[in-house]
């Protein structure tokens, strides 16, 4: 007896130490997670950085790395405060999914019930959108409205209003029938979020504490900012060029939340099932899938929750701000969960989903090396390509910066004393000095693309455009959509005596005539030439801009 209760209690010690060992390989190597924050935080590509791991059983662990501003010496915590940008979306529909649980609607209400009769909002043949589409992204409305003009782009969202968000409800059409097709869209979040406002008449801040920050205990969650939470706010930061935090009153919905690692642990804890509370059916019910999107990062979406290409185990969501990139998931096969929140512009989604399953690999930060001034000096100047593209490239100080006629000024980073490459994009330039008879030129590398351009001075020579009057009473032929991609448009509208082009998802800037048909901005290296049919009745748009010419037909009202 005493030789088999011993084989036994031999038998169970394996099993558990099986188990345990087991369980140790599972873990992520967290060391390597750390070296990556490391790696960003010293490249510059960050300012710091909080993540967060959950267990199966719920235990977390938190890692932290950085500062909260350049001007500060606070380090990061778990308590720090980072914008969480389109996680929010997450919110916007589990408070949906909850409330429609209490019977204030059902998924399949169609909105024009739920906004003021006065506005006509669009459908397509009949068919209506409905609040799951707003969920789902499948309601058929663009990604931004095109009424948007920003009075300061650092902060874009700011001063749209639900106004606003009316009048281009009113006046737009649908293209497809919503529920066929996904496009992700900040506005149709945006948009369900302030159903929800009206339905519950409060707001969206005090649905958020009401629906889940209350329950879920998660006091540092929300959108305004204490004062006496404000010291713990932490930056935001985009490689060291200018960033401000952003409001979205108009759309809260779409991405105005603030959090931290710790609160965030709490809401990827709910969502794993690992704490009690009321919403674990709502919560169930947004991780269903709705839509397979086979689109990009994502084979499917629930409510809100992202499925992973290639593992519908994991759901997940990023966001991002004009200085926060964050990453909020979990893996249903093995109940791990993981946050990530830098104040930075640094895609962060590799580490999230590395942390949940290590088949997604760590991309490697781009090492700098030190160019001496006076070698960059010799790179800067103008370059021509010989399809018209220029390159103006300049120093400040240590620094060198490279802006393409038609696009805001980049800074590129060393790699070698002749090779740059840009951290906003994935693109490299290289640099040959001249050689004989042979001027000194570039290339730039991009997408598979070689671009080549010649230097053609030692200066910054941009093109002088000078506008021209033109009868105001005229400008009004030139308004209307015209587009020139599926998924492009270009709206000219009349403010006033001023022509105003907005091409979709950016802001609307003014275009000043060189002649009757040529137009020019001034806040970019662009043109737009206005082609006439043999009616006179301009019916078309060309768009010059970084070499590269896009027709575009206008839209029939």
Excluded at 77 to 103: Q, R, Y
Excluded at 162 to 175: A, H, I, S, V
Excluded at 242 to 256: E, F
């Amino acid at each position: 007896m005493f030789m088999l209760s011993s084989v036994k209690r031999f038998a169970a010690t394996t099993f558990i130490l099986l188990f345990v060992i087991t369980a140790l390989q599972a873990q992520p190597d967290f060391q390597v997670v750390q070296d990556q924050l490391h790696d960003h935080i010293s490249e510059g590509n960050i300012l710091g950085g909080a993540v967060a791991y959950i267990y199966p059983d719920g235990r977390t662990r938190f890692i932290s790395r950085g500062s909260l501003s350049p001007e500060r010496d606070e380090t990061v915590t778990k308590n720090t405060i980072f914008e969480i940008g389109s996680i929010s979306k997450t919110f916007t529909a589990l408070i949906m999914m909850k409330m429609a649980e209490e019977g204030v609607f059902s998924l399949d209400t169609p909105i024009e019930t739920l906004l003021p009769d006065s506005l006509d909002i669009p459908s397509y043949e009949g068919e209506k959108i409905r609040l799951r589409h707003l969920a789902t992204h499948t309601s058929g409305l663009p990604r931004l409205p095109t009424n948007m003009s920003p009075s300061d782009p650092l902060n874009p969202y700011a001063d749209y209003t639900t106004k606003q968000m009316y009048e281009f409800l009113d006046g737009y059409n649908l293209n497809e029938t919503p529920g066929s097709n996904y496009a992700y869209s900040n506005l149709g979040m945006g948009l369900l979020g302030h159903i929800l406002e009206l339905e519950s008449k409060k707001n969206y801040e005090e649905l958020l504490q009401e629906y889940i920050t209350g329950p879920l205990l998660m006091d540092d969650t929300g959108i305004s900012i204490s004062d006496q939470s404000q010291p713990r706010f932490s930056a935001p930061y985009n490689y060291g060029n200018d960033a401000k935090y952003w409001d979205l009153p108009a759309l809260s919905g779409a991405g105005a939340i603030r959090s931290t690692a710790q609160d965030m642990a709490n809401y990827i804890k709910a969502q794993m099932g690992l704490m009690e509370s009321p919403l674990e059916s709502a919560i169930a019910s947004t991780h269903s899938v709705q839509f397979d999107t086979g689109s990009g990062n994502t084979d499917a979406i629930g409510l809100g929750w992202f499925y992973s290409t290639g593992q519908d185990t994991i759901l997940w969501h990023g966001g991002g701000t004009g200085g926060f990139r964050s990453f909020a998931g979990f893996n249903k096969e093995d109940n791990t969960g993981a946050v990530v929140l830098v104040n930075g512009t640094e895609d962060i989604t590799n580490i999230g989903l590395h942390l949940l399953d290590n088949k997604h690999a760590l991309s490697k930060v781009p090492a700098t090396v030190s160019v001496d001034t006076a070698r960059l000096e010799t790179y800067t100047g103008t370059y021509k390509n010989e399809n018209g593209l220029s390159f103006y490239v300049t120093r400040k100080g240590d620094q060198l910066w490279v802006q393409l006629s038609g696009q805001p000024s980049n800074r590129v980073y060393a790699k070698s004393t002749t090779r740059f490459f840009y951290k906003v994009v994935p693109a490299e330039i290289e640099f040959y000095p001249s050689k004989g008879d042979s001027a000194a030129s570039l290339t730039l590398f991009q997408n598979g693309r070689e671009i080549v351009a010649k230097k053609t001075s030692d200066e910054i020579i941009k093109p002088k455009r000078e506008a021209i009057k033109i009868d105001p009473a005229v400008l009004d032929r030139y308004t209307g959509v015209y587009q020139l991609t599926p998924v492009f448009a270009i709206t000219i509208t009349k403010d006033g005596d001023q022509l105003m082009a907005q091409a979709t998802g950016q802001q609307k800037l003014p275009i000043f005539p060189e002649s009757k048909t040529k137009f020019f901005y001034k806040a970019v290296d662009a043109q737009i030439e206005f082609i006439a049919n043999n009616k006179g009745a301009y019916h078309k748009l060309k768009l010059y801009q970084s070499g590269q010419i896009l027709e575009g037909k206008r839209k029939e009202k």
